[in-house]
C-alpha cells in the first residue's frame, strides 16, 4: 500500500464536507442570498438531501418553480428503489436474490446494466459490476470496519465473472448464470441519475442549474451572466477539504473518484473503497484521484473508478482512445496530469 498513516475520520463527515465545499465553490461570483424581491432571472434555488449513501444537492437559476426539485427528488428516491443493492425489493436486490431464475426489471435498470456491461468490456473487467460479493466484505459504513479475512476474498472472486450478468432486452429479463453472483451499480449509477435529472430540468424549461450527487456533478447549461460553472477539484486527502484546482464548465459533467472518499485505517494502512477486481483488495495503482469530463455523467462515473484502477499508464491510454472525454489524474506526490485536450 502506498498511502501513508493519516487520521482516522468518518467517512459520511468527509462526503458532508466535499459535497459542501463543491457547493460553495459553484455559487455564481455574485452568489448572494435570494432576496424576495429578486427578479426570475436572478433567482435561484437550492435543496439537500441524503440519497445513494451521500449528500446531493439541486441548484436551479433564473426559476423559483419548488416543484422543479420537488421532481429531482422525486426522481432520486424512484432510482434508488431500482438500483439499490440493499433496499429490498430494488431491481438489483431482486436479481441478487433469484436463485439463477430470470428477474423482470424496469428498462432503465437494463439500460443501465447494458452501459456498465459495456465499461466492464472496455476496461477488461477493471470496471466490475458483478463485484458485489467482494464489496460487500469490505464494510466501510459500518461502526467499526476490519479488512476481510483472505480466505473470505478469496471465495468471493470465484463469483465477480461480468460475463455471468445475462441481459434480455426484448423481454427486459436478467439472469445470473451464476446463481451466487451479487450485482452491484454503486460505480455507475449515481451518474446515469445525474443525467435524468438534467434531461428533467430540461424537460420543465430550466436552462441553469447544478447537479451534485455526491461529487459527481453536473453543470446544465451556463451561469445567468452567460459565464462557465466553475467546479472544484479537491485536493485529496486535505482535511479542509481545499481544492487543488477548479474546472470551468458548461452543459458537462465532472466526476471525481478517490480514495480520500470513503476507507478506513487498519494497523497503519489505508484501506478504500475503489476495489481492484483482480485482488479483491483496495485499488493499489499508484493515484490519489481521477477525474472525468464529460457530456454525460454515467460515463464520467464509469470512468473515473476503471481509471482509477487501471492506473495513470492505461487510464490515459483509454481516455485518449475516446472521443470527447477528458481526464485528470492525481498522481500519489499530487503531480497534476491532464490527457492532451483537456480545457485549461
Ligand atoms: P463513489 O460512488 O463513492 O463516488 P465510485 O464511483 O468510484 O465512487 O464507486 C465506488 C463504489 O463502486 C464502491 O463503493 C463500490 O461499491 C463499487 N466499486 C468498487 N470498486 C469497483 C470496481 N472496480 N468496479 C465496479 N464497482 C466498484
Ligand atoms: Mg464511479
Known sequence: MFFTKLHK???????????????????????????KSATKANSKITRTGFAFDTVISITLYGTEDES?????MELAEKYENLFSATIEGSDIWNINHSDG???????????????ALYYAELSQGAFDPAL?????????????????????????????????????????????SDPELLVNLGAIAKGYIADRMRDYI?????????????????????KPDGSDFTVGVQKPFDSTG??????SISDSSVVTSGPYERYFEQDG???????????????????????????DSV???????????????????????????????????????YTSGFPR
Request: aromatic share 6%; hydrophobic share 40%.
Open 202 to 222: 430540461s424537460s420543465q424549461n430550466v436552462s441553469s442549474a447544478i447537479i451534485n450527487l455526491g461529487g459527481n456533478v453536473y453543470a446544465l447549461g451556463s
Open 9 to 35: 475520520k468518518n467517512p459520511f463527515i468527509k462526503n458532508i464536507s466535499m459535497a459542501v465545499i463543491l457547493s460553495l465553490l459553484l455559487l455564481p461570483l455574485s452568489g448572494c442570498a435570494v432576496i
Open 242 to 247: 481545499s481544492a487543488i484546482t477548479s474546472l
Open 68 to 72: 422543479v426539485l420537488d421532481g429531482c
Open 269 to 295: 494502512v489505508i484501506y478504500h473503497h475503489i476495489l481492484d477486481p483482480a485482488t479483491g483488495y483496495p485499488s493499489d495503482s499508484g493515484l490519489l484521484s481521477v477525474t472525468i469530463l464529460s457530456t
Open 132 to 176: 458485489g460479493t467482494v464489496i460487500d466484505l469490505w464494510d466501510y459504513n459500518s461502526e467499526d470496519p476490519t479488512v476481510p479475512e483472505e480466505t473470505d476474498i478469496e471465495s468471493a472472486l470465484e463469483h465477480i465473472d461480468y460475463t455471468d450478468i445475462q441481459l434480455d432486452t426484448d423481454t427486459l429479463e436478467v439472469t445470473l
Open 299 to 337: 460515463d464520467g462515473d464509469a470512468l473515473s473508478t476503471t481509471c482509477f484502477v487501471l492506473g495513470e499508464e492505461k487510464g490515459l491510454e483509454l481516455i485518449e482512445s475516446l472521443p470527447d472525454i477528458e481526464a485528470l489524474f492525481i498522481t500519489s506526490d499530487y503531480e497534476l496530469v
Open 101 to 115: 431464475n430470470s428477474v423482470s426489471v424496469d428498462r432503465e435498470t437494463i439500460e443501465l446494466l447494458q452501459t
